[in-house]
C-alpha cells in the first residue's frame, strides 16, 4: 500500500514559512494570504490552521499571531506566491482589450503590449570634455580657424591661459524657512 500523501506535491516552502514554529503556524500564514479577506478573517485564518479557543480568546490570539514579524514576513511571502500565478488572468485580461477595439482602454492596452514585447530604445550620447587653461584655449583658437573667426577677437583679453579669469566664489546653502500661517481670533 501506497501513502497518498507522498504521492501529492507539497508547495515549496520559502524562507519567511520556514521560520514560522510549525505546521499550524504555516496554516495561519497561508490562510490569510489567499483565503476569504473581509471581517473575522483573522479568526477564520486562525481556525482553519487547527486552533481552538473560545471566541474571545480566538480573536486575541488570531490578532497577536498576526501581528508576528514571523507571521508577517510569511504572508508577504505566500502573497507574492500567490500573485504570481495570477499572472495568466491578468495577461488574459490584457488580452481581452487588446482583441476588443471599442473598449475604452483599447490603445492602452495595445501600447502596454507594444511598450513591453518590442520596447523603443532610447540612444543618448554623453560627451564629457575636461579641459582647462592652454588646452581648452588652442582647441577654440582650432575650431575658430575651421569656421573662419579670428580667435583674438573671440577669446579677447583670454588668449593666453595666464590672462584668463577665473570666476571665483563660495556656494551657500539656502535654507528656505517654513511658511505659518497665523490666524486671529475674532471676538
Not at 508547495?11 to 479577506?37: C, V
Not at 577677437?153 to 528656505?176: H, R, W, Y
Request: aromatic letters at 4%.
Amino acid at each position: 500500500m501506497t501513502d497518498a500523501s507522498a504521492d501529492t506535491p507539497q508547495p515549496e516552502l520559502g524562507p519567511a514559512m520556514l521560520a514560522l514554529p510549525n505546521d499550524r503556524w504555516r496554516k495561519f500564514a497561508r490562510a490569510l494570504a489567499s483565503g476569504p479577506q473581509g471581517h473575522g478573517k483573522l479568526v477564520r485564518a486562525y481556525r482553519l490552521s487547527g486552533f481552538h479557543a473560545a471566541p474571545r480568546n480566538a480573536a486575541r490570539e488570531a490578532h497577536t499571531m498576526s501581528r508576528d514579524d514571523r507571521v508577517i514576513a510569511a504572508v508577504a511571502e505566500e502573497s507574492k506566491k500567490f500573485l504570481r500565478v495570477g499572472h495568466p488572468e491578468a495577461v488574459s485580461a490584457l488580452y481581452g482589450m487588446v482583441r476588443d477595439p471599442k473598449h475604452r482602454d483599447h490603445a492602452r492596452a495595445v501600447a502596454m503590449v507594444l511598450d513591453r514585447t518590442d520596447p523603443t530604445t532610447q540612444e543618448i550620447h554623453v560627451v564629457k570634455t575636461d579641459m582647462t587653461g592652454a588646452a581648452m584655449i588652442e582647441r577654440i583658437k582650432e575650431l575658430a580657424k575651421v569656421l573662419g573667426i579670428n580667435a583674438e577677437q573671440l577669446l579677447g583679453a583670454n588668449s593666453t591661459p595666464q590672462a584668463m579669469k577665473l570666476i571665483e566664489g563660495t556656494a551657500t546653502a539656502v535654507v528656505e524657512e517654513p511658511v505659518v500661517e497665523a490666524s486671529v481670533a475674532k471676538e
